[in-house]
């Protein structure tokens, strides 16, 4: 099955740019998800189709998608942006919902 | 607004059988797919299986199918998640979550607020 490599940690200061990468084979080819989880909270849809956002999400979150890496840019960071993010992708195979690993991004 | 509402934690033995639940509200139940997501203690998302309560249409991941049960009642809006004989290892946080499709991909929009599991002697 399809498999999603996530570095397992991002730090980044208050007001910067994060930046958190999702490998996969030729992952430019899919629609990539991300997902923002807080402790202790359920996940949410941050990302949707590589780039765009739900109805509710900052424009400080943002992705993009090509080759064999999709990434997930928060800008202006904020102390309240501390959570593990997750990328997923939909593979029309017998597995077709498939999650990374999942990063913790930490605000200094 | 659309809503999931999961059903409480709940502490169980070892060979004990369990049912959860999800309730949905402010859209057609039967129109959409629910799943079913797992996440273990400390770890990351699995993705379980999913039923369409229109006609119960119901898929599982390989790695789960035959370890439980998916299954809804569309009369009440409600899907379930249901254990037949629980193990240790079955002890985790459980979400259910609406798969909506926007291109020709498919993501979750809307989750429930997790439903814990602790599967204890």
């Known amino acids: 099955s399809y498999v999603l490599t996530q570095p397992p940690s991002v730090s980044v200061a208050p007001g910067q740019t994060a930046r958190i990468t999702c490998g996969g084979n030729?992952?430019?080819?899919?629609?990539v998800h991300w997902y923002q989880q807080k402790p202790g909270q359920a996940p949410v849809l941050v990302v949707y189709?590589?780039?765009d956002r739900p109805s509710g999400i900052p424009e400080r979150f943002s992705g993009s998608n090509s080759g064999n890496t999709a990434t997930l840019t928060i800008t202006r960071v904020e102390a309240g942006d501390e959570a593990d993010y997750y990328c997923?992708?939909?593979?029309?195979?017998?597995?077709?919902?498939?999650f990374g690993g999942g990063t913790k991004l930490t605000v200094l | 607004e659309v809503q999931l509402v999961q059903s409480g934690s709940e502490v169980k033995k070892p060979g004990e059988s369990l049912k959860i639940s999800c309730k949905g509200s402010?859209?057609?139940?039967?129109?959409?797919?629910i799943g079913w997501v797992r996440q273990m203690p400390g770890q990351g998302l699995e993705w379980m299986g999913i039923?369409?309560?229109?006609?119960?249409?119901?898929r599982y991941s390989p790695s789960f199918q035959g370890q439980v049960t998916i299954s809804a009642d569309k009369s009440i809006s409600t899907a379930y998640l249901q254990w037949a004989s629980l193990k240790a290892s079955d002890t985790a946080m459980y979400y259910c979550a609406r798969p909506i499709q926007y291109t020709s991909s498919w993501s979750f929009d809307c989750w429930g607020q997790g439903t814990l599991v602790t599967v204890s002697p």
């Open positions: 039923i369409y309560p229109g006609d119960s249409d119901t």
């Open positions: 189709d590589d780039s």
């Open positions: 997923q992708v939909w593979d029309s195979t017998s597995d077709p919902w498939v």
């Open positions: 402010g859209y057609g139940f039967t129109s959409y797919w």
């Open positions: 030729n992952i430019g080819s899919q629609s």
